[in-house]
Every structure is written in structure tokens, then in C-alpha cells.
């Protein structure tokens, strides 16, 4: 602050004379430039590093570490300065400055145990802030703010003593922030920036001389904080960029400059044109902080500098951030990684949990249940929650306190019991904040960071069972049938699934939940026995992932897997309706073996099914085409066990068609009579999934894309 504080007692010189008020106190004047020139706006600082999802980096821990102490001392030197603008002489100052403090200490030691009982009392640490801890809450801002104006110091002061004995335990700050936020951010907060536009006279900027001091303003500002922040952040041993990103984001102004400077004018230590002159400056440093940050510490430095400082273990010695990251909890530390088969998930809804639960359940291994050994026997769980970073200021205090939001979390707090029921060995649970365009891009960035073997992502709707007579009158978007009510829709949930599958460099597994994850539901010794069905697309690198996923699937609750695979008229003819069963050890040796980016569909499929005798759980069936189309839906319809919403069709998005092995899809389907976003829906999933959908199947769907990443291994 010394060098920002320094230049802005120089610039204050010129900016006296430009006034032209000799009632003003010039030590007063400078005191209040020096203050105005070294603060920064922390709550402004806080949106801007959480939007640039730097806040958990080392760039953001140092510069809100070094906001937090800026502004504390920047406050308290203000106090002083409006407790000499509002005396007479220097004792009177002194007098108005320790009747403060003394305010301040009283509050703080006496009436802070008192709330803190009252919240005990109400029971609001757990059931979140009362009626009447709120009417308390309010009533103590309204009386602090009025003491501190009568004793000749700003009201703000007083709801700022207020604000320091609301208790953090159990976010009972940030649930009381959630009570009164919307109403302080649609009028109060508009209605403070409308007086302060009406107070602001741009025609104030009417020569040469005063646009001027304008840039020179401008440039004091932003040399003061950057020089000064950007050379302690170079002595602390911070890269170059990363010292000037420091810098530029200490010298964001924001909303508090404004605050400061709507003080020293109502103090009448600013006139108007002096007050133009400070606003224009706290604007431009203001919109300059984001793009100029962007600029200078890009992503692939970010990721960079991470990758090198966690080589050099300074994350874990030095600041704790990326790999003590508050946010990553782990149950257990992978001992042979080799035999995991690492799962990446994200849970941004309640409702997402069980089906979630149930595929988990399906994965892990019972005691004496394993009939064959394969490799990744053995589940590493990682689960995402992505919560939407709104404009509220609640959502910036949740990240800053993210260890105690995570601690809290209902979500992952059930996924961490059931996970310790079963006896999962090892799971890893992250919760952050993103803009909702960016969870996709985050897993796909957390997948590859953990070398997942798959991305599975739940996309839940509310299903509800569409009568014949209903489908006979109208035909719909097959996923206005999940809907119940048959309204379109979202467009979202489209977009949704079409960004999930542009994850390439990891599979990735589309869980359309139908009631699969409801598993407790009746009876569940009845439910324990349940069918997978694969349809073969056109035997592409999906459909493998596909099939090698079912069999993961079905292993330890030996369930009946059926494999459809298209076939032609002719070999109807020729092969009735023969079929073929999978071994167990055929199973081990695709599960083993078999890499689903090298080896064809046929070369899987003789591996796999290679007896027509001996009845097994995994059976392989021929679907045959008329009419330029595979039946997969007829035979859905057909099967002796109709599917409910307890099984599963497991298959591949198979969006490109490769060679000639299956002719396109071109009879109707109700993609023609549905609005125009529907057809998103069929891009996103594919033709089969689209169409097993249009069919109205109770089961629930993974539609697979495989990786098309290929490790480059040196010889």
C-alpha cells in the first residue's frame, strides 16, 4: 500500500489546486487521495478471480490473501481520515477515532457472544437463520450504522462492525447473505450506482488540463499497485506473469472505490469535478483487470506453472493449493493403480444419486462373488459436483469457505456412506463452482488429469409411462416422453448431450435413467436379476467400448447380457434363429486382452461368442434388416422378458457409419413431425438410441462413445 498511498498524496498536489477550495483540509485531502489510490475492491476481486477460476490457484490465494490485509487497513485508515474531515482540531479527530474503536470492541466482546447464543438458541447453525435471528441480524446493522454516524464516522462503518460477529461456523454467514442478497442486488446496489451516475457531471471534463489529470490519475493508479504488488510477488518467487497478474488484479477498483469516493464527496472533500476525475479512473481500472488478466496468464500457463510447481512440491510446502486442493477429498490412496479401473462422474443433483448408486453397486465386487479375474478389477470412483456460479455474492463466499461447503454437501455426503457400505477402496469427491458452459469442459479436464477410464454422466428426466391411445394421436419427440407432460424439451438438455459427447480423448458413457437407479423400490431380491441388451450399430469403436462396459456390468451379478448384431435376409435364411453364448473364459479374455481401438467387431465377437451349446448369461442374437432398416426396436418388443425400467440397453452412439456393414437409417421416424430442436436429440445420441427412445422402452439407456485418443508408447 506504501507506494499507491506515496503517488497518491503526490497527484493529490495538482488535484488541490484544480479544485480550489480552501475550506478543505489539504492534510485531509491528502490523506483521502492516498487512501482512495491504495485501496482495492475485494468483493469485486473475489467475482473476477472466481470467474477466471483462479481463486483456488497460487495467484489467487496470494492476491486475496493480500486484498484481505489491504482493505482492512485501507477501512481503519479511512475512519480516521472522515474522523478528521468531521473535527474541529486533532484532539476532536482523536476523540471521534477511539469512540469508534471503543464502538467497535464493545460490539465485537460483548453483543458478538450474545448473537452467537441467540443462534444457538433459534437453532439456526442447523436449520439456517430464524425469523427472528434475521429481525435481530437487521435491527443490529441499523443501530451500529447509526452510532457510527453520530459519532462523526461514516454509517457504513457501522454495518461493517456489524458484519464482523456473524459466526462462519456451519455457513451460517453465507445462509444469512442468501436471505437478504436478491433484494440488495436488484434495488439497493441499483439505486447506490444511479445517485452516484446523478452526482458524476462528465461536462466537468471540459479542457485539456483536467483530461490530463485524468490519464495521469489513471496511470498513478495502476503504476502505484502494479509496480508495488508485482515487485513483493517477484521477491516471494513468483514467476514473471504471475507477479503482473498479482499486480493488475490489486489495482481493481470496483464497487469500494466508488463507496470511498460517494464518502469523501458527502464529506465534501472531493468537489464535482475532482469527484468526475476519480470515477472515470475507478471505472477504467476496473473494466481493465479481466481482459488484461486473460491476457497475461492464459490457461496453458496456468496449467504450466501447476504441472512445475507440483513437480517441486511447492503447492504442498509452500501455499497448499492445487494438490491440497480443499475441494479434493480421498478415501484412499491407489496402491497399484494398474488394477483400477477409474470411474469419473459428476452428481450436480440429488436426483442423479441413485441411479449413480446403482451402476456403482454393479461394478464393485461381492465377497466370494467373482467367477473370473480380469484386469481393472478393482473401482477408483471420482465424483464431480459442478455447482452454477451465479451472480449472487453467496456463491464467492461458498468458494472461499469451499472446505466447509463440501463438508455440508447432501449430495456427496450420501455418495461418501454408500461408497464406505459396500467397501469401495477408493474414491475421490471435488466440489466447484462453474458457469454452466464450462462443466463439460471441467470433467473432461479432471478425466484427463486422472487418466480415466471412463467419463459416465447421468441426464436424469421425470419419466412418465405414454399411453397407446396417446401415441396413436400424436406422435412426439421421443424425449417428450420422458417429459410426462409432452411439452418440448429443453433445448438445453440437448445441448447438453451433445457437449458431453465432444469429450474425445476419454470414453464417455450417457446415462438416460429410467427408474434403473430406484433399485430399492418393492422387492429387491426381485430386482437383483435384471438384462443388459447391446445392440450393434454398424460394430464401430463405440460399440466395443459398449459391449466391454456391459460385460463389466453383469460379471458379479451374472446377468443376462443379450447382444444383437445385424444380420441380412440371406443369413436368416441360412441360420434360423440359431445363437450364440459367451464362456467365462472368453469373457476374461475380451476384459483382459482385447483393446477395443485395435481389434474389428468380428475379431470380438468370434473371441467372445464361441459356442452355440452351452447356455450362458451373455448370449449373442442376430437382428436382420428389412427395408433398408434394423429392427432393433421389433425385437425390444419381442424379447420373453419384457424390458422394465430395472434393465439396461448399453450401446454405442455410433454416430459415423464406417464401410458399407450397415445400409443407413431412412424410413420415417418421428424426428419429422417434431419441432426443429429435436433434431439436436438425434445427433447428440445417435440413430439407434434415438429410435429405441422413439419407441417409448421403459429400460434406461447408456449410449457409449469411445476414446479416439491414442497413447503415442515408445519403442
Known sequence: MALPFGLGAGVSVGLYKIQNDSSVSFTSFVLFLGVAMAITAFPVLARILAELKLLRTRVGVITMSAGLLNDCVAWVLLALVVALLNSTGGIEALYVFLSGMGFAFFVIFFIGPLYYKLCVRTNSFVDGPSPVLMLVTLMLVLVCSFVTSILGIHAIFGGFIAGLIIPHEHDLSIKITEKIEDIINIIFLPLYFTLSGLKTQIGLLNSGTVWGYVILVIFIACFGKIVGCTGAAKLTGMTTRESFTVGVLMSCKGLVELIVLNIGYDAGVLNDQVFVIMVVMALVTTFMTTPVVVWLYPEWYQKQTAEAYAANELYNNELGAEKTDPSIMNVSRLAEPENYFSLVTMLNRIDHVPSMMALIRLLKEDSGSLTVKFSKNRLDIHALRLLELTQRSSDVMRIQDLRETQKQDPVLNVLRTFTSLIGIESLQTRLDFRAPSDFIS??????????????????????????????????????????????????????????????????????????????????????????????????????????????????????????????????????????????????????????????????????????????????????????????????????????????????????????????????????????????????????????????????????????????????
Open 442 to 715: 471441467t470433467v473432461a479436464d479432471y478425466g484427463e488429469s486422472v487418466s480415466a477410464d471412463m467419463i459416465l454422466l447421468p441426464w436424469i428426466s421425470n419419466q412418465a409411462i405414454v399411453t397407446q391411445q396417446q401415441q396413436q394421436l400424436q406422435e412426439i419427440n421421443p424425449m417428450d416422453q420422458l417429459n410426462g407432460d409432452l411439452s418440448p424439451y429443453q433445448v438445453s438438455d440437448a445441448d447438453f448431450a451433445t457437449s458431453a459427447f465432444s469429450i474425445r480423448r476419454t470414453t464417455v458413457g450417457l446415462f438416460i435413467d429410467k427408474g434403473f437407479g430406484h433399485v430399492i423400490d418393492g422387492n429387491p431380491k426381485q430386482q437383483s436379476h435384471f438384462q443388459i441388451i447391446v445392440p450393434f450399430t454398424n460394430g464401430g469403436s463405440d460399440d466395443r467400448a459398449a459391449l466391454v462396459f456391459a460385460l463389466r456390468l453383469q460379471i458379479y451379478r451374472q446377468a443376462e447380457v443379450l447382444v444383437l448384431k445385424p444380420g441380412t435376409i440371406g443369413q436368416q435364411e441360412s441360420s434360423s434363429d440359431s445363437l450364440l453364448y459367451a464362456s467365462s473364459e472368453s469373457v476374461q479374455n475380451v476384459l483382459n486382452k482385447f483393446d477395443i481401438q485395435q481389434c474389428t467387431y468380428e475379431e470380438l465377437l468370434k473371441t467372445l461368442f464361441s459356442s452355440n451349446e452351452s447356455p450362458s448369461h451373455v448370449v449373442l442374437r442376430s437382428v436382420y434388416q428389412t427395408q433398408r432398416q434394423t429392427e432393433f426396436t421389433n425385437v425390444l418388443d419381442s424379447l420373453e422378458k419384457p424390458l422394465g425400467k430395472h434393465d439396461l440397453v448399453v450401446l454405442g452412439r455410433s454416430i459415423v457409419i464406417s464401410n458399407d456393414q450397415v445400409p443407413a437409417y431412412t424410413t420415417p421416424t418421428p424426428l419429422e413431425t417434431v419441432p426443429a430442436y429435436s433434431r439436436g436429440f438425434k445427433s447428440a445420441l445417435g440413430n439407434t438410441a434415438y429410435q429405441i427412445l422413439s419407441a417409448g422402452t421403459l429400460a434406461s439407456l447408456v449410449v457409449i462413445q469411445a476414446s479416439d485418443y491414442h497413447p503415442v508408447t515408445e519403442v
